[in-house]
Nanobody, 124 residues
Framework: QLQLVESGGGLVQPGGSLRLSCAAS????????IGWFRQAPGKEREGVSC????????NYADSVKGRFTISRDNAKNTVYLQMNSLKPEDTAVYYC?????????????????WGKGTLVTVSS
């Protein structure tokens, strides 16, 4: 089974930046749509951003648009989420997921492969 590993989370002050990485372990991501999702304590999981297999198409939740940027480097088998101007409400566990289907990415339901998550805490 495809294994995804998130990294880059940590503690950051409001207004700061972090870059999250999502890397495949022993498998290629070249033909997969990748989505980033997050879940805050006591809240439902929400979609953050998606990127097509080629990197040519992206989308973002309204809450992060203009602050977050998704990208991918298929040669490195890695997808990134650059997070700028971070707010306390961005605090959550961030997950990446992979699936051949673009249709599933907006909500994440049914996507085939998930990482275990990385914690982002935005606090002064």
């Amino acid at each position: 089974q495809l294994q995804l590993v998130e990294s880059g989370g940590g503690l950051v002050q409001p207004g700061g930046s972090l870059r999250l990485s999502c890397a495949a372990s022993g498998f290629t991501l070249n033909y997969y749509v990748i989505g980033w999702f997050r879940q805050a304590p006591g809240k439902e999981r929400e979609g953050v951003s998606c990127i097509s297999s080629s990197g040519g198409t992206t989308n973002y939740a309204d809450s992060v648009k203009g602050r977050f940027t998704i990208s991918r480097d298929n040669a490195k088998n890695t997808v990134y989420l650059q997070m700028n101007s971070l707010k306390p409400e961005d605090t959550a566990v961030y997950y990446c997921a992979a699936d051949p289907s673009w249709v599933l990415c907006s909500h994440g339901r049914g996507m085939g492969y998930w990482g275990k998550g990385t914690l982002v805490t935005v606090s002064s």
